[in-house]
Nanobody, 118 residues
Framework: QVQLVESGGGLVQPGGSLRLSCVAS????????MGWYRQAPGNQRELVAQ?????????ADSVLGRFSINRDSTESTMTVYLQMNSLKPEDTAVYYC??????????WGQGTQVTVSS
C-alpha cells in the first residue's frame, strides 16, 4: 500500500502560478506512474498529467504548454510535482494525486482545491 500526501493548492488570480506536490511513501518500489487528475463541479474526473518511473510524460491538451510534471525519488519516497502557469478560471477544480502500480492498481490522494479567480 502507498500513502499519499498532497499540498500546494489554493486561490490564485488568472495568469498566476501554483505548484502542487504529492509525496508517496510506503511500497514506493511498486509504483509505475504518478500523476494528477482534476474534477470540477458537474464534470468527470480527468487526467491532467502523468509521469512514469522512466520519466515518460503525458499531458492533457487543455494544459499543454502551461502545466508541467516532474518527479524525484528517495529510497523511501517518490514525489511528483505539477507546475501550473498561466492559470485560467477553467482550471478551477479539485486536483487529485494518483499512483498506478505495476499491477495496474490505483491509489488516490485526498484532493486539493485549486481556485482561479480575480
Amino acid at each position: 500500500q502507498v500513502q499519499l500526501v498532497e499540498s500546494g493548492g489554493g486561490l490564485v488570480q488568472p495568469g498566476g502560478s501554483l505548484r502542487l506536490s504529492c509525496v508517496a511513501s510506503g511500497r514506493v518500489f511498486s509504483i509505475y506512474a504518478m500523476g494528477w487528475y482534476r474534477q470540477a463541479p458537474g464534470n468527470q474526473r480527468e487526467l491532467v498529467a502523468q509521469i512514469t518511473r522512466d520519466d515518460r510524460t503525458t499531458v492533457a491538451d487543455s494544459v499543454l504548454g502551461r502545466f508541467s510534471i516532474n518527479r524525484d525519488s528517495t529510497e523511501s519516497t517518490m514525489t511528483v510535482y505539477l507546475q501550473m502557469n498561466s492559470l485560467k478560471p477553467e482550471d478551477t477544480a479539485v486536483y487529485y494525486c494518483n499512483v498506478v502500480n505495476y499491477g495496474g492498481l490505483s491509489d488516490w490522494g485526498q484532493g486539493t482545491q485549486v481556485t482561479v479567480s480575480s
